[in-house]
């Protein structure tokens, strides 16, 4: 299973439930899908990546920029909801010891139209170094088809650190109460 739907959006929307649509898309709907895998007997041989992005290392896990359009940040949105998706890889690896196999990485700076269209300044500082499309997908291909450990983060086909920051890390129990909020929101998308 490879959760790589997301983008980065210009303004502050929720979705018709009233979830932020950044957070949605990108976190709320894949741990709702991949809990209702697992809730449906996901074989343990089974692999589980969700692309994130190398943004999340800019933040802690928050819903704030979820809860209200005052001051909204795409960036930072997005960089939150990608922290999520890392925090919610580890949290299934932990419980699901026996597998399936659960990964998070990020696919390198790749040059698409998102990136084009979301962060022109970056993109024109980056350019020369920027990923073509048909390489932004190494790494996912590689870890669908390759043992690697569960619950890690990887760039080119290497785990990595999954905080360079100290106030980015949590607790595994604030991880938890984190996902438990998401996990709500998908309840509340739902119903």
Do not use: C
């Amino acid at each position: 299973v490879v959760h790589n739907a997301g983008a980065m959006f210009d303004s502050h929307a929720r979705t018709v439930e009233g979830v932020e649509r950044t957070l949605a898309l990108n976190l709320v709907v894949p741990l709702w899908i991949t809990d209702q895998l697992l809730a449906r007997g996901l074989p343990s041989t089974a692999t589980v990546v969700l692309v994130s992005s190398g943004g999340m290392y800019s933040t802690g896990p928050s819903l704030r920029d979820q809860r209200t359009d005052d001051g909204y940040r795409p960036a930072l949105a997005y960089a939150r909801a990608k922290r999520g998706q890392v925090l919610a890889v580890e949290a299934w690896a932990e419980e699901h010891p026996d597998g399936p196999t659960f990964a998070a990485m990020h696919p390198g700076w790749v040059d698409t139209p998102g990136v084009e269209d979301s962060l022109p300044r970056f993109r024109a500082l980056t350019r020369p170094a920027l990923r073509t499309p048909a390489e932004g997908p190494d790494t996912i291909l590689w870890l669908a088809a390759s043992d690697v450990p569960s619950g890690g983060f990887w760039l080119d086909r290497r785990q990595r650190p999954t905080n360079y920051l100290s106030s980015t890390a949590v607790t595994s129990d604030r991880r938890d109460e984190f996902l438990d909020d998401v996990r709500a929101l998908a309840v509340a998308q739902r119903t």
